[in-house]
Nanobody, 125 residues
Framework: QVQLVQSGTGLVQAGGSLRLSCDAS????????VAWFRQAPGKEREFVSA????????NYAESVKGRFTISRDNAKNTVYLQMNSMQPEDTAIYYC??????????????????WGQGTQVTVSS
């Protein structure tokens, strides 16, 4: 099964940037859609972004569109989330997840079988 290990936790000021990484091991990485979700204190987990196996047509939540960029390097089995112009409302635990569907880009957490350990991101005002 796919194992996901996240890195890139941090504290950033409003307007700043941060990049999260998600390293995968296990079955061929390129056969999976990979996504980022986040969960803020007292709120349900929400979709942030997803990327298909070939990086085409990434999917973004409206709240992050234009500020966050998802990308992947299949040779390194790694997916990245570049977060720019960050705001306090971006504060959350961020999770990467993998779904055994190469060309989906799905935003439903129920489609994702494998999850990373979570990364705390805090944006100060």
């Amino acid at each position: 099964q796919v194992q996901l290990v996240q890195s890139g936790t941090g504290l950033v000021q409003a307007g700043g940037s941060l990049r999260l990484s998600c390293d995968a091991s296990g079955p061929p990485f390129f056969t999976h859609t990979v996504a980022w979700f986040r969960q803020a204190p007292g709120k349900e987990r929400e979709f942030v972004s997803a990327i298909r196996w070939n990086g085409a047509r990434p999917n973004y939540a409206e709240s992050v569109k234009g500020r966050f960029t998802i990308s992947r390097d299949n040779a390194k089995n790694t997916v990245y989330l570049q977060m720019n112009s960050m705001q306090p409302e971006d504060t959350a635990i961020y999770y990467c997840a993998a779904a055994p569907m190469s060309n989906s880009g799905t935003s439903s957490e129920y489609d994702y079988n494998y999850w990373g350990q979570g990364t705390q991101v805090t944006v100060s005002s």
